[in-house]
């Protein structure tokens, strides 16, 4: 895996801030493969309750993630919750992903 013990805690305590300390974060993409270089930081969300306004706490996320990580990096966050159908990108993800 491609982030610091220091980006992990990071990446898990912001989320704590926005969703709640029950939501699983999963790293996956390109950033799990220790062998590449660069890419985004891509994660899932697992919330395990539903969530006022997910799109507005995914973008300030989005944000605080920028900002505390120390500058401009592309990080795609998505958001599944409990009571969502699994999409294929979803599956894909907990096949593959690794949790924070």
Known sequence: ???TKEQQNIIKDKVNQYFGPDTQVILFGSRTDDQLKGGDIDLLLELNTAVENPLKK????????QIALGGPQKIDIIIHQKSDPPTSLYKSALKEGVRL
Request: no cysteine; net charge positive; aromatic share 0%.
């Open 1 to 3: 895996m491609r982030l």
């Open 58 to 65: 995914n973008i300030s996320l989005n944000a605080a993630l």
